[in-house]
Every structure is written in structure tokens, then in C-alpha cells.
């Protein structure tokens, strides 16, 4: 099958799928689009330097891969250092972790 205007058809992880946790019907269900979005620890398409949706964990974090990559920065910076460790970490707004 091959992928509509908007990405349809599909998958658009990397190895065709493998890399996802998604089920394979929903990755050719939902546009491109969609599944750029997603953390890439949870649907690898390779685009998270692009959306943003990057870990600035610069060391241990008890904090899921999943939920370090598709959290807003603001809120990776205001967790403990304890839990989830941005110390050196530069953010998009040109701060830098403490």
C-alpha cells in the first residue's frame, strides 16, 4: 500500500514499523503528521530534533524516556535534579540547566 497526500497508509517509523510501540493498523491509520509528533521512544520516526521533543537529561532521571521526550521544557526544567538530572543542559531558550 502505498501513502496518501497526507502520509496515510504508511508507517512512517524508522524499520518499517519496529521501532514503534504503536500498533501497525494505527501507524498507517493516522497522517504523517501525527506520527512525526510522537516522542521518538515511543514511535521512532527520527524527528524529534526536529519538533523539540528531545530528554535535556544530562544525567540519571527516573523519569520514562517517553515522557522526558514529549514533556514541555518548561517542565523537564522545573523537576528536581534528583529525579530527573538537567544539570549543563541547554534549552531552545537559551537558558542552561542548574
Keep these: 500500500m502505498s501513502a496518501n497526500e497526507s502520509g496515510q497508509?504508511?508507517?512512517?517509523?524508522?524499520?518499517?514499523?519496529?521501532?514503534?510501540?504503536?500498533?501497525?493498523?494505527?501507524?498507517?491509520a493516522v497522517p504523517a503528521s501525527v506520527e512525526h509528533k510522537l516522542p521518538d521512544a515511543l514511535h521512532d520516526t527520527g524527528s524529534n530534533k526536529e519538533t523539540g521533543k528531545v530528554?535535556?537529561?544530562?544525567?540519571?532521571?527516573?523519569?520514562p524516556k517517553t515522557l522526558q521526550e514529549g514533556l514541555p521544557e518548561k517542565v523537564e526544567k522545573v523537576?528536581?535534579?534528583?529525579?530527573?538530572?538537567?544539570?549543563g543542559a541547554k534549552f531552545s531558550d537559551g537558558s542552561v540547566g542548574k
Excluded at 524499520?15 to 493498523?25: E, L, N
Excluded at 530528554?55 to 523519569?63: E, K, L, N, R
Aim: no cysteine.
Design 55 to 63: 530528554s535535556h537529561a544530562t544525567g540519571d532521571s527516573i523519569v
Design 9 to 28: 497508509g504508511v508507517s512512517h517509523a524508522k524499520a518499517g514499523g519496529a521501532a514503534s510501540q504503536v500498533p501497525g493498523k494505527a501507524q498507517e
Design 79 to 87: 523537576v528536581p535534579n534528583a529525579l530527573h538530572d538537567t544539570s
